[in-house]
């Protein structure tokens, strides 16, 4: 079993971590983006079309996706209590995943699990 206690240290390293109010938008479905980003403290919801889908929470990871090909966000991210996020670009994620390969894994999985949740909910 993966913890997310390596996704939470790794996030908790990331310099400049981004505060968002409650109810905030993150981003939104179909907007571009360059950042994963990783839950430090707080929780968001992901919606789809408008109907929340799923909430995550503290070590969780969410819009991988724009760092493995997807062109552009495929949900929207809206704080559900205030949050403190942190974020990779590319660079920081490739450096992340050579220094703790266990982080490459939790990320797949994750981005996996989510992707099979948001397909039997469409």
Known sequence: MLSPVITLSIFQKQPNPQEFA?????????????????IVEGQVDISINGKIVETIEPGDVFGTGVLVGVKK?????????????????????LFAVQETPMFALNVIKNYSERLSRL????
């Not at 409650?22 to 950042?35: C, M, S, T």
């Not at 397909?119 to 469409?122: A, E, F």
């Open 22 to 38: 409650a109810g905030e938008v993150i981003f939104e479905e179909g907007q571009p983006g360059d950042f994963m980003y990783g």
């Open 73 to 93: 966000r495929t949900y929207t991210a809206i704080a559900k209590t205030d949050c403190k996020l942190a974020f990779l670009d590319e660079k920081r994620f």
């Open 119 to 122: 397909q039997h909910m469409v």
